[in-house]
């Protein structure tokens, strides 16, 4: 049974930080890509950064560039997202997800039906 879990979420003021995590078990050997999506108030979900296992390389949006960091841990398989200098466009929910396909199309709003999903977890900014 596949599990993702986020966690690290809660509230914090405009440039303040947070780590949030996403603790995976039971992934398929080909569902080699991950990534952190967030639902804004009002907005639709959308793909915010992604990587693939063993390259190094990592991939966001522009909006999030320079302030919030993806990496993993293959040991303790858990996906992280280094998040700093908050603003509060940045609240949301966020999520975590794997998936087989390139995660740059995520971040260009597609993705993939048997993607698996985390239920999410909170953040929000305040000014």
């Known amino acids: 049974q596949v599990q993702l879990t986020e966690s690290g979420g809660g509230s914090v003021q405009a440039g303040g930080s947070l780590t949030l995590s996403c603790a995976t078990s039971?992934?398929?050997?080909?569902?080699?890509?991950m990534g952190w999506f967030r639902r804004a108030p009002g907005k639709e979900r959308e793909g915010i950064t992604g990587?693939?296992?063993?390259?190094?390389?990592?991939y966001a949006i522009d909006s999030v560039k320079g302030r919030f960091n993806i990496s993993r841990d293959s040991a303790k398989n858990k996906l992280y997202l280094k998040m700093s200098n908050l603003k509060p466009d940045d609240t949301g929910v966020y999520y975590c997800?794997?998936?087989?396909?390139?995660?740059?199309?995520?971040?260009?709003?597609?993705?993939?039906?048997?993607?698996?999903w985390g239920m999410g977890t909170q953040v929000i900014v305040s000014s």
């Open positions: 997800a794997a998936g087989r396909t390139s995660c740059v199309r995520w971040l260009a709003g597609r993705t993939d039906s048997d993607m698996f």
């Open positions: 039971g992934l398929p050997r080909n569902y080699n890509r």
């Open positions: 990587l693939y296992f063993g390259d190094t390389n990592t």
